[in-house]
């Protein structure tokens, strides 16, 4: 352990991509709130324009490292990045605070945020958005989001990246491949002790957020791969459903058939569409099945974070 590199406490882990004006301001701000007493791990997500330097951190009067990756990898990935590095690095009474860059997540909430962590039957204090400030298509699609998550995984997600973290949890989570994916879903799947803590969401410091709809979108999806296993198997469930009541009001149609009710050509046409749907969604059942089986036999070794790496500024 380097404790000259993460040498306070409480460590901010947090990606910045091409956003030097709002990152530079809540550097101050956490030196502000902290007393300076925080340790910064900033992953420069391969910004071209506006690279992120240490200068930064130092002017701020607070100790870190900026983590320049060589390439875009995304927002999800560069968290990764950033709590790999803090797992090798931190020890047991260090503290991981995750947020984002532009000031949405407020300095001053982390101190409400990690109180429970004080708790030993907790591992992870995540955020819950109290209020927001996004648009109307924002928050429309985030309420079907939720549904249609809780519906295909069975799990219930209503937070982001915004969570404090114990030594204990850093280095679980750190372990898992599917962290670089989607960072809640894979706190949500590690079994970790999880709070909930409502929290206000801040106005952006500075420019304009690199998330348009498409990418939430995609984000989303990335959640729902997180539990591929969960989703097959319910998928499936549902078509072997549908391919036993289409059997079943097939046999009842031959049944109306053979007992006169039925008009002509309507027979033919309703066992025909009845057939279709069968053979669908016998075809989907199967097909479930054995992605289900692959997905479990899957052993995906978990990708050093190093490999991201271009170069690493201490301050």
Sequence with gaps: MIRSVLQ??????????????????????????????VTIIAVDDGSVKQ???VSAIQSAGLSGVVIKLKRN???QKA????????????????TVVVMDSDGEDTPISIKELVKPLENDSID????QRKSRVESIKFKAFYVVYKF??????????SFGNFMGLKYG?????????????????TVLLSKLRIDFIPLDRGARYAGKSKMNFVGLVLHGFKGLMIFAEDVLVRVGIASAIVAVLALIAGAMAIILKFSGFATPGWFSVALGILLLVFLQTGT?????????GVVKGSTAAVVDYKIFIEDIAHA
């Design 8 to 37: 306070e406490n409480l460590i901010v882990v947090m990606p910045i991509y091409e956003d030097v004006e709002a990152s530079t301001k809540l550097f101050h701000e956490l030196a502000i709130t902290f007393d300076k007493k």
């Design 284 to 292: 989907m059942t199967l097909m479930m099945l054995m992605l289900t």
């Design 79 to 94: 968290i990764s990045i950033g709590i790999g590095y803090a797992a090798e690095y931190m020890d047991p009474a260090q």
């Design 169 to 185: 949890a850093v280095k679980r989570i750190a372990s898992m491949q599917e962290l670089g994916t989607h960072v809640a879903g």
């Design 148 to 157: 249609i998550f809780q519906l295909l995984s069975g799990k219930k997600i």
């Design 124 to 127: 992870v204090v995540v955020a």
């Design 51 to 53: 690279p992120v330097d």
């Design 73 to 75: 990898v995304g927002h």
